[in-house]
T-cell receptor
Framework: NAGVMQNPRHLVRRRGQEARLRCSPM?????VYWYRQLPEEGLKFMVY????????ESGMPKERFSAEFPKEGPSILRIQQVVRGDSAAYFC?????????????FGPGTRLTVT | GEDVEQSLFLSVREGDSSVINCTYT??????LYWYKQEPGAGLQLLTY?????DMKQDQRLTVLLNKKDKHLSLRIADTQTGDSAIYFC???????????FGAGTTVTVRA
């Protein structure tokens, strides 16, 4: 049973470019969460999605950031016009619906470097 | 300030026990978690405890919860070099689903 998969693992972008980060949840999981980890800090919640729905995006910056989880395919976190401050590790987690939803399993992360 | 606080570093000798401490501020927290992060890797869910429990043991891991003091600890028995990592404490509040993380404790195991 494959775990949470994220790609790419490393992404380098120049200032002003767009970054697209992908997350495929564990099999059977329909809830996806994105977190951001700045250097030497803990993870900060960004957004929580279920298939075709954004449930909570209270942790997302108001501009340049968007997320989706389509009916088919992976969840995408999109950062437009990246700036140096966007350099961080972005982690996706997934959980199953129902009683086990308190167990969130994390992917390996995408490390974004903005030059 | 942060909702979840941890000491930043812990050094322990191989074979000894490690104790990692965490404090949280929200008494309504329902679930409390410990995650392990090895260099360049994602977070591995080690264990979690419900707020109506005081202790949970899982092989070499023991979690203790003191609700009165809002204090959570993780004890690793017989610490091995493979236990060197960053350990994150996280809480999940009632009626919520997102996790709030501490800054992580870097555990270094020396021979």
């Amino acid at each position: 049973n494959a775990g949470v998969m994220q790609n790419p693992r490393h992404l380098v972008r120049r200032r002003g470019q767009e970054a697209r980060l992908r997350c495929s949840p564990m099999k059977g999981h329909s809830h996806v969460y994105w977190y951001r980890q700045l250097p030497e800090e803990g993870l900060k919640f960004m957004v929580y999605l279920q298939k075709e729905n954004i449930i909570d995006e209270s942790g997302m910056p108001k501009e340049r950031f968007s997320a989706e989880f389509p009916k088919e395919g992976p969840s995408i976190l999109r950062i437009q016009q990246v700036v140096r401050g966007d350099s961080a590790a972005y982690f996706c987690a997934s959980s199953s619906p129902g009683l086990a939803s308190y167990e969130q399993y994390f992917g390996p992360g995408t490390r974004l470097t903005v030059t | 300030g942060e909702d979840v606080e941890q000491s930043l570093f812990l050094s322990v000798r191989e074979g000894d026990s490690s104790v990692i401490n965490c404090t949280y501020t929200d008494s309504s927290s329902t679930y409390l978690y410990w995650y392990k992060q090895e260099p360049g890797a994602g977070l591995q869910l080690l264990t979690y405890i419900f707020s109506n429990m005081d202790m949970k043991q899982d092989q070499r891991l023991t979690v203790l919860l003191n609700k009165k003091d809002k204090h959570l600890s993780l004890r690793i028995a017989d610490t091995q070099t493979g236990d060197s990592a960053i350990y994150f404490c996280a809480e999940r509040k009632s009626n919520d689903y997102k996790l709030s993380f501490g800054a992580g404790t870097t555990v270094t195991v020396r021979a």
